[in-house]
Nanobody
Framework: QVQLVESGGGSVRTGRSLTLSCTVS????????VGWWRQVPGKSREVVAV???????DYAPSVQGRFSISVDNHKDTLTLQMNNLRPEDTGTYYC???????????????????????WGKGTEVTISS
């Protein structure tokens, strides 16, 4: 039922910026852990950034200081602002999400090591030098 759709990918030169968006539909729970991953042929999927409902974002060392992840107040759009792009940022970018029922007095972990239950189909990002 939950569906994620990425958009905003494209081809830009080194040093430029791109903004990726991920629209989410079909969710019912208000507590979430969402993020962005990227992958190139021959390599495993690499986490880029994650963010938890009501929590601070967490970034992979390779993108920290350049990328910014955010979620709108309706929890239906995930954004990745990518600045000062480098050729090594090239890849297919996927958004992922997992949801939890809110329980009073409880919490759940959302980190760069978290696994996602739902995934988008990806959007291509190409950075040329």
């Amino acid at each position: 039922q939950v569906q994620l759709v990425e958009s905003g990918g494209g081809s830009v030169r080194t040093g430029r910026s791109l903004t990726l968006s991920c629209t989410v539909s079909g969710y019912h729970e208000s507590d979430y852990c969402v993020g962005w991953w990227r992958q190139v042929p021959g390599k495993s999927r690499e986490v880029v950034a994650v963010i938890k409902s009501g929590g601070a974002p967490d970034y992979a060392p390779s993108v920290q200081g350049r990328f910014s992840i955010s979620v709108d107040n309706h929890k239906d759009t995930l954004t990745l602002q990518m600045n000062n792009l480098r050729p090594e940022d090239t890849g297919t970018y996927y958004c992922g999400a997992t949801y939890h029922l809110p329980v009073s007095g409880s919490s759940f972990t959302c980190s760069l090591r978290s696994g996602m239950e739902y995934w988008g189909k990806g959007t291509e990002v190409t950075i040329s030098s």
